[in-house]
């Protein structure tokens, strides 16, 4: 019985299937390279020839796609396959009017800029394919710097601090009148400390710190209750005791570190001896409220005025911060701060001795702060302490006043008494 043909179907006709056993390529339909041809047919020129695949069809038996049970066959080497997968992300949009994603080659549409996000949408990472950009988590916006203050003081601690010294200084002027002299001891004692270890890390300039203290101790002391003659014959014993204290040691650099010593018990202890004789009078309170006051009102009258509309420098070459309007500033607040305390609490003070004893206040507290500038430009250092946060060391707060105390101590003593 001959073999029948088998029925191209309707497979024969289809465009892009490929052709049955025996059948030519139809008009239209290019070999598909890299097929194999079927038993009975040349192969396709060009294409390659598997002599395996042929030994793999059952004999007798016509292979082709029309066949339900017959695999797919595997591309040969050198033939590769892409496929193009939708992005898994919710930021690739869908075709307008269908939920299905573009066909392949159709335009992507990149992701909305960062100004066009909706409000709560987080940014994404760039990616360079488009569509599947990354979202990440939304950063903290930058905290903006905290101000610094002029000078590089902590305004809000050197605020706190100068209210507490005030409510100590208050606290002993009114309770009982003899603890403020130990405030004025302990600020000595402290001050010399500060000085004499500024020098000695500085210059290796050695003053002896004990004859210093124990000295301006007895300075203070004999001013309050003796005078001024024993507070000065105090300042000579103490000398005598630093040049004494000084011969332990070896004689290397002897005049510089005793004239050091000397400087240190005229600077800090003798001149706030004036404070404690101010506080011996009977008014001694209120004597020493207007010292403090003026003074004050200097330094903060120079510092706003000079803040506000300094431009010409006192001196730049020692305090590039000080002004010729700062100190006008600082002469007309502490004359009128003079003015109205002498008239009001000073007994027998008049308005006018006011404007006089509060515009020399003003002009020694700002020699005693244009000094104690030039002392640590030489130490170069910028504070002589840490003890004060803002304000530095108690040095950095007896610069200015302790050469008013002795003008302010003469002028009251000259108009009032002492």
Known sequence: MPPVPADPGPHSGAPGQYPGPGQPPGPGRPPTPGRHAA???????????????????????????????????????????????????????????????????????????????????????????????????????PQPEPRKQRGGRNLQAAIGVGVGLGAVIVASLFVVKALFLFVVMAAVAVGSWELTTRLAERKQIKAPLVPLVVGGIAMV????????????????????????????????????????????????????????????ADDGPQRIVLFLIVTICSDTGAYAVGYKFGRTKLAPTIS???????????????????????????????????????????????????????????????????????????????DSLLPTAPVVWLLLAAFVGS
Request: glycine share 14%; hydrophobic share 40%.
């Open 39 to 141: 038993p009975g047919r040349p192969p396709v020129p060009g294409g390659p020839v598997d002599p395996a695949a042929d030994r793999s069809r059952e004999a007798g038996r016509p292979g082709g796609p029309m066949f339900r049970d017959e695999q797919p066959e595997s591309a040969p080497p050198g033939v590769t396959e892409t496929v193009v997968l939708r992005a898994i992300t919710d930021d690739v949009p869908s075709a307008p009017g269908r939920g299905a994603p573009p066909h392949p080659g159709a335009p992507v549409h990149p992701a909305p800029p960062q100004s066009h996000r909706a409000a709560g949408q987080p940014p994404f990472v760039p990616s360079f394919h488009p569509g599947q950009e990354t979202p990440v988590a939304a950063q903290p916006a």
């Open 320 to 398: 590039p911060g000080k002004t010729r309007e700062g100190l006008a500033g600082g002469i007309g607040l502490s004359m009128l701060a003079g003015a109205v305390l002498m008239q009001l609490i000073i007994d027998g003070g008049s308005w006018w001795q006011g404007l006089i004893l509060g515009g020399c206040a003003a002009v020694t507290a700002t020699l005693g702060d244009l000094g104690e500038s030039m002392i640590k430009r030489d130490l170069g250092i910028k504070d002589m302490g840490t003890l004060l946060p803002g304000h530095g060391g108690i040095m950095d707060r007896l």
């Open 221 to 280: 002391a004999c001013g309050y209750w003796a005078g001024v003659q024993w507070a000065a014959a105090a300042l000579a014993l103490t000398g005598l005791a630093v040049m004494v204290w000084r011969m332990a040691q070896p004689p290397e650099n002897y005049l510089r570190d005793i004239t050091a010593g000397v400087f240190t018990a005229f600077y800090v202890p003798f001149l706030a001896t004036f404070v404690a004789m101010m506080l011996a």
